[in-house]
């Protein structure tokens, strides 16, 4: 009987497929020898409409389209049925819905810095007198003669530091001048005789120096803190 190589199943002798999976069969020799009859045809056999045809098998499989070889049941590959099986037809690949685009979001624009208007007048900067804590406005104007006052020769300073034992301490009538230029404050030493001085730094006399909020500026020995 001819025996199947690939479910071991024995099938009749005139069987060239087996009949439980469809595999090309391998005949088996018989014990005895028997006589060889002719071939009998095989009758015809009428398949009903709608019936499905039972094939050998396909050379390559119908889901994966690996190559197969004839007769195997199923896809060495895939595991997919190779007998009596219609091929799946292929799945059309949906791309990925993608994402409406966004709208992008405009930059914020960074606001331009404020530009400070220019210095025109030393107010409303003022000083500060170190000893009492008094605070001298300067005036509204773009320069002023820092000193003391003396009735004697009629002569009074824009800032009058007299107040504020200006003589004990130093301070020249004409000690020094304040004054506006490119919108800084500057500080200029009138050849006073005790000399003026920023942080400390003794000026060279005419030779303005620009101040900054919060020098300590001293003329004579008297101490004073420039606010701006």
Request: one cysteine or more; hydrophobic letters at 40%.
């Amino acid at each position: 009987m001819p025996f199947c190589p690939q479910c071991g199943v024995n099938n009749p002798s005139s069987a060239r497929f087996c009949d439980q999976c469809g595999a090309v069969l391998i005949p088996v020799p018989a014990q005895a020898q028997t006589p060889t009859l002719p071939p009998t045809p095989p009758a015809a056999t009428t398949i009903p409409a709608g019936s499905p045809v039972v094939v050998a098998g396909p050379n390559s499989c119908p889901q994966c389209a690996t190559a197969v070889i004839p007769g195997e049941a199923f896809c060495e590959q895939c595991g997919a049925a190779l007998l009596n099986t219609p091929p799946r037809p292929a799945t059309p690949m949906v791309p990925p819905a993608q994402p409406p685009p966004s709208t992008p979001t405009p930059a914020a624009q960074p606001r331009p810095n404020a530009i400070p208007a220019a210095r025109t007048t030393l107010a409303p900067a003022s000083l500060v007198v170190r000893s009492s804590g008094a605070i001298l406005s300067l005036p509204a104007s773009n320069e002023a003669i820092v000193g003391r006052a003396d009735p004697v020769s009629n002569f009074f300073p824009d800032l009058d530091l007299t107040p504020h034992d200006a003589v004990t301490h130093g301070v020249g009538r004409r000690h020094a001048r304040l004054f506006i230029q490119g919108g800084q404050i500057y500080l200029e030493d009138l050849d006073s005789t005790n000399g003026t001085f920023r942080n400390r730094a003794r000026l060279v006399p005419r030779q303005p120096v620009a101040l900054l909020n919060g020098d300590e500026l001293r003329l004579g020995s008297l101490l004073l803190n420039i606010q701006i």
